[in-house]
Every structure is written in structure tokens, then in C-alpha cells.
């Protein structure tokens, strides 16, 4: 019935996505069932987007109430979900405004559009460039896209959009070289994510903020993947000791509902006004009622991101003694919290199907690095069962 159904969807849908021979249907929790009801733990999560799970009964009921009152009435008036999550974010970072769209890569696009227009009224009408890190990952819409600095994602799609500078990641060095009169912003993932869970080197971060300031250029933090707990601080960058003037976020804020967002500082954010930009469906009451109960459920007794980073320090530690027992499989182990990479010597999709087999759901990301961003609210044993499933599977075939 599934090779049936897969056959339909490839005649159906765009073939965009190399998926696993395997149809989803049902989730709680740290699990997810196939057609068939086999079960698999979950280590990717919707792609770091499940936070709290799946079906978490407070998003979910979060959303079942919503949609009984009203499901959109566009931005021309005011939205009382909206509200509610605006000030969850705002209270809890270093924001003063938020504005909502649908995805990362549309708080990518309107990021981009603040910085411009912030630096053109600010500073100087020639600030318009952007510079971003090779291995980046920022969207698929074309200043998002051109804004990534991954080649191989661009070919076939030029021109891109003018003004973005690429510099190598955690080389402060090239960045003071990249800078300019028409810089405007520097556009930097605190962890890169899609480009193999890289970790920013000692004292980057704050260097980076350092030239920003310096300079009279904004530093905009692409936390789609690392913000809503997943790194055990509500966003990454509280790691860092910064702050910066643009964030965006998407991916886990809407505990599985599709929402993205653009936080800023009160200075910046004026630069927007009436007819700047906007999105008929962005910050609509039903996604900012689930993205609401995801971040008061992330704050709550600060159970849940405590959970993450203990328990993400056992998960990086099972990784590390697999690595010292497969030292010729296994390059580096990589991350913070549940946000963790296995970097491999070679391809990692044959591990990935391995693993979908005996009921483990990852990801490869970047060729050769195993992914995982599995729900915070993980316990130990679900990650036991991970270490030993690739335990056997290096034993056998590696
Ligand atoms: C996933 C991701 C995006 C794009 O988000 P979409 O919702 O897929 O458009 C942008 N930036 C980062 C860091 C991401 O991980």
C-alpha cells in the first residue's frame, strides 16, 4: 500500500525533496508511527521544529481553542493572540518590537528589508550590502537564497539579488576586510545549522558584535534553528555574552505550527513603518496561539530548557565515546544542547536509512554529517537507544 501511495506522490507532487520511503502518520511525544503503526523515536523532529514533542497537549489545545473563535482576520486590526506572543518574545530577549510571517525564510526576507532601510535613513543612502558566512543556510526565497553563501544552492537560479559579501565562518580576520561604507549589516547564524552544526569559535561572536559597533553596522542573528530552547537558553545567543539588533526566528516557535518571526531594538525597528512590509497571513491567530503556548511552555520553571542542556551534555557524551570507539568513522562530534552533529569520514545517508530501519528517525546534513535535533522534552533512555542502534550499525558496516 505505501510503494502505492509513494508512486501517487511522486506522480503528484514536485520533486523537490528526497524523501525516506516512509508515510507518517501519527506523533506523540518523542514518537511518530508509519501507515503500517510501526514506531520510531523521532531525532529530527520536523527539522528542530517539534520543540516540545509531538502533539504536545498545550499546543494542541492552544489551537483547538483558537480555531473555534477565529481563524484570520488579516493585520488591518488588531489580533489578541498576537499580542500574547509578541510580549512573551519581547519580554524574554533582548527585543523591544516584533513583527510575524509564515516561515524563516520570509523573516530572512523582511530582516534583510529592515537593514537596508535602517542603514539607507541612519546612516548613509550607499549602506546597502549585507555580509553572510560561507556554510550558511538563510532560506529559499531570493534574498534569502542570495543572502546563503552556498553555491551549489544557487546554480541555476542567477542573478541573484545584488549586495550580499560572503566571508569565511569564525574568521574575524576576513570579516574586518569585508567591510565597508556600504555595509549594513552582518548576517550571522550563532551556530550554523543546515552547513553541519558548526560551532562559532571562542570570543567570535563578541568580536563580531565589537566590529559591528564599531562600525555602525547591524548585527542581524539568524536563529531559526538555534532559538526556542533548542540550544537550552530560550536563544543561542545568550550563550555569547551579545545581544544583537535583528533576530530571526521560525523552525521551533511555533512548536510544530508555521510561524517565523522578526524581533528587533525599538532604534531599528522604527525604520519600519505603514507600508514598509507586511504578510496577509503573518502573525494570524491561529499560528500565534500555538507559537504562545510553545514559549510559555518553554519558560516554565525553566524545566524544559534545563532538561535540554543536561541532558544534551549525556546525548554529546554518548557521542563522544562512540567516536572514540569508531575513530576511523567518526571525525568530530559537534554542538550545544540538542542541537548535536556526528561528522563522519564518509556519505552518512546509508546510516541514516540504518537507522530509519530499526525505528530512529535522523538526518544528514551537509554529505557526511549526522543530524540531531530531537524534541527537548527527551529522556536518556531514548538517547540510549540511539547510541546503541549506531553502536551496531558502525560495528557491522563501517
Ligand atoms: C531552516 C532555516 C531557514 C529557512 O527556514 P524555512 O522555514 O525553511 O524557510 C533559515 N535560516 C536557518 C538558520 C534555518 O535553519
Redesign the pocket.
Known amino acids: 500500500m505505501d510503494k502505492k501511495f509513494i508512486e501517487e506522490s511522486k506522480k503528484y507532487l514536485m520533486n523537490t525533496y528526497n524523501r525516506s520511503p516512509i508515510v507518517l502518520r501519527k506523533g506523540r511525544g518523542m514518537k511518530v508511527w508509519d501507515s503500517s503503526g510501526k514506531e520510531y523515536l523521532d531525532f529530527l523532529a520536523g527539522?528542530a521544529v517539534n520543540c516540545l514533542g509531538h502533539c504536545h497537549p498545550k499546543v494542541v489545545i492552544a489551537l483547538q481553542k483558537q480555531a473555534q473563535r477565529l481563524l484570520h482576520v488579516s493585520n488591518l486590526y488588531h489580533i489578541e493572540p498576537q499580542l500574547d506572543l509578541a510580549k512573551l518574545l519581547v519580554d524574554n530577549s533582548f527585543a523591544d518590537k516584533a513583527f510575524f510571517c509564515n516561515?524563516?525564510?520570509e523573516a530572512?526576507e523582511g530582516a534583510i528589508k529592515l537593514a537596508r532601510k535602517y542603514a539607507k535613513d541612519h546612516i548613509s543612502p550607499e549602506r546597502h550590502e549585507i555580509i553572510t558566512c560561507y556554510g550558511s543556510?538563510?532560506?529559499?526565497t531570493y534574498g534569502?537564497l542570495s543572502a546563503t553563501a552556498q553555491e551549489k544552492l544557487h546554480e541555476g537560479f542567477e542573478p541573484l539579488v545584488p549586495g550580499f559579501i560572503y566571508v569565511p565562518f569564525n574568521d574575524i580576520t576576513a570579516l574586518r576586510k569585508a567591510v565597508s561604507k556600504k555595509t549594513s549589516a552582518i548576517m550571522i547564524?550563532p551556530i550554523q545549522?543546515?552547513g553541519g552544526i558548526r560551532m562559532p569559535s571562542a570570543d567570535y561572536l563578541q568580536q563580531v558584535r565589537e566590529l559591528c559597533d564599531e562600525n555602525k553596522i547591524l548585527l542581524i542573528l539568524?536563529e531559526?534553528?538555534t532559538g526556542a530552547g533548542r540550544t537550552g537558553k530560550l536563544f543561542a545567543y545568550e550563550h555569547f555574552g551579545i545581544t544583537p539588533d535583528i533576530m530571526t526566528l521560525?523552525?521551533g516557535l511555533g512548536g510544530g505550527a508555521a510561524i517565523?518571526a522578526i524581533l528587533a531594538t525599538d532604534s531599528v525597528a522604527v525604520s519600519f513603518e505603514p507600508g514598509s512590509h507586511g504578510s496577509t497571513f503573518g502573525g494570524n491567530p491561529l499560528a500565534c496561539a500555538a507559537a504562545a503556548a510553545t514559549i510559555e511552555a518553554l519558560l516554565e520553571d525553566g524545566f524544559i530548557l534545563d532538561n535540554c542542556l543536561r541532558i544534551g551534555q549525556y546525548f554529546f557524551n554518548g557521542l563522544e565515546k562512540l567516536k572514540k570507539d569508531f575513530s576511523s568513522s567518526i571525525l568530530e562530534v559537534r554542538g550545544l544542547g540538542l542541537m548535536l552533529g556526528l561528522e563522519l569520514t564518509k556519505a552518512g545517508g546509508p546510516i541514516v536509512e540504518s537507522c530509519a530501519k530499526r525505528g530512529i528517525l535522523i538526518n544528514c546534513t551537509s554529505g557526511n554529517v549526522l543530524r540531531f535535533t530531537p524534541p527537548l522534552i527527551i529522556v536518556e533512555k531514548e538517547i540510549d537507544q540511539l547510541i546503541d542502534a549506531l553502536e551496531d550499525i558502525f560495528e557491522r558496516n563501517l
Open positions: 527539522i516561515s524563516g525564510t530572512v543556510f538563510h532560506g529559499r534569502a547564524e545549522g543546515e539568524d531559526i534553528q521560525a523552525k517565523g
